[in-house]
């Protein structure tokens, strides 16, 4: 099993930056992938950014390209998600995940953590 525990969550002007943790334990020898994942009030879950976690490849949302980005320590074994000049739309429960390599979903899931976002 592979736990995640989100935490950097806040309150933050438009504009403004945050960086979100996610701290992974478990099974980390069974991860293949990581990823950030978004919930707004209404709207599904969307993907925001996804990292492969023993190497280079990132993958990110049109809406975030060039103002999010994530990476990993993997001696710390923790992800972020670094975010910067936020907008109003960005504001959602954010989500850390993993996967293995099978199956291909993500099926590791931290509790989520509120980011607000003000104008």
């Known amino acids: 099993q592979v736990q995640l525990v989100e935490s950097g969550g806040g309150l933050v002007q438009a504009g403004g930056s945050l960086r979100l943790s996610c701290a992974v334990s478990?099974?980390?020898?069974?991860?293949?992938?990581v990823g950030w994942f978004r919930q707004a009030p209404g709207k599904e879950r969307e993907s925001v950014a996804t990292a492969s976690w023993g190497g280079t490849t990132t993958n990110y949302a049109d809406s975030v390209r060039g103002r999010f980005t994530i990476s990993r320590d993997k001696a710390k074994n923790t992800v972020y998600l670094q975010m910067n000049s936020l907008k109003p739309e960005d504001m959602a429960v954010y989500y850390c995940a993993a996967r293995r390599l099978w199956p291909a979903t993500y099926n590791y899931w931290g509790q989520g953590i509120q980011v607000t976002v003000s104008s």
């Open positions: 478990g099974r980390t020898d069974n991860i293949y992938y």
